[in-house]
């Protein structure tokens, strides 16, 4: 039943911008995360936004990205900002429904010099 789908990916320059989002089924949910995995290395965290709307961030993403929900669309976003190589990698959203973790297929972000 519960179903997460992410958008927002592409293909920007170095110091350019974008906003991912994540559709979520359901009705009722918790804290909502971002995770990146770049090729050939593990999957990393980003951020998280609880259901009050209290965030954090990895120190790679702080002062660049923001993320941030919209309770009624059951949406969460993260903005990404000041984009750097680095950042290049398949961007995931997880979602806690009922104690469960629940994970996206992942939009795939590329940036250039």
């Known amino acids: 039943q519960v179903h997460l789908v992410e958008s927002g990916g592409g293909l920007v320059q170095a110091g350019g911008s974008l906003r991912l989002s994540c559709a979520a089924s359901?009705?009722?949910?918790?804290?909502m995360d971002w995770y990146r995995q770049a090729s050939g290395k593990p999957r990393e965290w980003v951020a998280t936004?609880?259901?009050?709307?209290?965030?954090a961030y990895a120190d790679s993403a702080k002062d660049r990205f923001t993320i941030s929900r919209d309770n009624a669309k059951n949406t969460v976003y993260l903005r990404m900002n000041s984009l750097e190589p680095e950042d290049t990698a398949v961007y995931y959203c997880?979602?806690?429904?009922?104690?469960?973790?629940?994970w996206g297929q992942g939009t795939q972000v590329t940036v250039s010099r």
């Open positions: 997880c979602a806690d429904y009922a104690g469960t973790n629940y």
């Open positions: 359901g009705s009722t949910f918790g804290s």
């Open positions: 936004i609880t259901s009050g709307g209290t965030t």
